[in-house]
């Protein structure tokens, strides 16, 4: 019985030494983060469209929601109801079922900072601090859309996300969104 007892002391206190050490390691891979919000991952690329074509096929997903399915995004839902305003107005809301690595999970957002070419979304009702930035800008007669994530690294969420399998991972979920929606836009162009 003492035996029994002891071997179940030495396997926790081994489990906690094991638990301290990955802490410790991961306040190591932490600790030199010491700004508040920074690009976690950013992606850009030319479309054959005007830019006002490119802001409108965002604010046309409404009507049109079907264009923001592919392997990756199952769909753009839209928020609607008298307290909240129209989508694409400030404070606007949606949720996107998205695709990321083995599970497919619901993700709902807010709009902020609409201007003529630009926007932002904040994802709600979660632990991990982030942010969507969209970006079109004119170049000749075509356009280069750039999102970007932001997070805040003095989170801890927001340090998880940092860590390279997850930062990669989104990396590679905005760069097949950016030429979904490229292709999209250049079919109905």
Same mark, same amino acid.
């Given at each position: 019985?003492?035996?029994?007892?002891?071997?179940?002391?030495?396997?926790?206190?081994?489990?906690?030494?094991?638990?301290?050490?990955? #802490?410790?390691?991961? @306040?190591?891979?932490?600790?030199?983060?010491?700004?508040?919000?920074?690009?976690?991952?950013?992606?850009?690329?030319?479309?054959?469209?005007?830019?006002?074509?490119?802001?409108?096929?965002?604010?046309?997903?409404?009507?049109?929601?079907? *264009?923001?399915?592919?392997?990756?995004?199952?769909?753009?839902?839209?928020?609607?109801?008298?307290?909240?305003?129209?989508?694409?107005?400030?404070?606007?809301?949606?949720?996107?079922?998205?695709?990321?690595?083995?599970?497919?999970?619901?993700?709902?957002? *807010?709009?902020?900072?609409?201007?003529?070419?630009?926007?932002?979304?904040?994802?709600?009702?979660?632990?991990?601090?982030?942010?969507?930035?969209?970006?079109?800008?004119?170049?000749?007669?075509?356009?280069?859309?750039? #999102?970007? #994530?932001?997070?805040?690294?003095?989170?801890?969420?927001?340090?998880?996300? @940092?860590?390279?399998?997850?930062?990669?991972?989104?990396?590679?979920?905005?760069?097949?969104?950016?030429?979904?929606?490229?292709?999209?836009?250049?079919?109905?162009?």
């Amino acid at each position: 019985m003492t035996n029994s007892i002891n071997l179940k002391l030495i396997l926790f206190l081994l489990l906690m030494l094991i638990l301290l050490s990955i #802490i410790f390691v991961l @306040h190591l891979y932490f600790k030199n983060f010491n700004s508040n919000n920074i690009i976690l991952a950013s992606y850009n690329q030319n479309i054959n469209a005007d830019s006002s074509d490119v802001i409108d096929w965002f604010y046309d997903l409404e009507d049109y929601p079907d *264009r923001y399915k592919f392997d990756t995004h199952k769909g753009i839902y839209f928020i609607n109801n008298d307290s909240l305003p129209p989508f694409g107005s400030n404070g606007s809301k949606f949720y996107t079922k998205e695709k990321l690595l083995f599970f497919t999970k619901k993700l709902k957002f *807010r709009m902020e900072n609409i201007k003529s070419n630009s926007f932002e979304i904040f994802l709600e009702d979660s632990i991990f601090p982030i942010k969507g930035k969209f970006l079109v800008t004119k170049k000749g007669n075509k356009s280069n859309l750039q #999102i970007d #994530i932001i997070t805040n690294k003095n989170n801890l969420y927001g340090k998880i996300l @940092h860590l390279p399998f997850i930062k990669n991972t989104i990396y590679n979920q905005i760069k097949k969104e950016i030429y979904n929606i490229k292709k999209s836009i250049e079919i109905l162009s």
